[in-house]
């Protein structure tokens, strides 16, 4: 089963694109609430380079790592990548209002669809906000 998640960031392509990209940035919005953070990320942006971000419960009780590797990469237009078994897609659609950024990834079996779905419509919209207010 596949889950989507979207948003409208108000900011123009090169900008959503690298925030989305540069580790620097990642380790900003990378989070589905405030009490987790992004302490590091790493990105190699090309076919067959990997990425990381180290996800920690801001508590210290819990943390984990989110790695892959990109399958496709499409400067300002997508992104494909693998992630252990599974795989997703990021694509950066150009509008007369912004960039609509749609996140479409394999749902995993340990957790229920709508918590994930939540959890990584929450990342996303802390991107669209770290985007629109680091400009």
């Known amino acids: 089963m596949q889950i989507t998640v979207e948003t409208l960031i108000h900011a123009p392509v090169a900008r959503v694109w690298s925030a989305y990209t540069t580790p620097a940035d990642i380790v900003q919005w990378n989070a589905a609430s405030d009490d987790w953070h ?3 990320a790493t990105v190699d942006l090309r076919e067959g380079g990997a990425f990381s971000s180290r996800m920690e419960a801001k508590d210290g009780s819990f943390g984990f790592d989110f790695a892959g590797t990109y399958t496709k990469v499409v400067p300002h237009q997508r992104i ?3 992630f252990g078994d599974r795989s997703g897609t990021v694509e950066f659609i150009e509008g007369s ?3 609509t950024v749609r996140s479409t990834f394999d749902a995993e079996s340990e ?3 709508e918590q994930q779905r939540f959890g990584w419509q929450s990342i996303l919209n802390k991107f669209a906000q770290h985007v ?3 400009k």
Do not use: L, Q
């Open 111 to 113: 957790h229920p669809v």
């Open 38 to 40: 992004t302490t590091k």
């Open 132 to 134: 629109e207010t680091s």
């Open 80 to 82: 494909e990548y693998t």
């Open 97 to 99: 209002d912004g960039v």
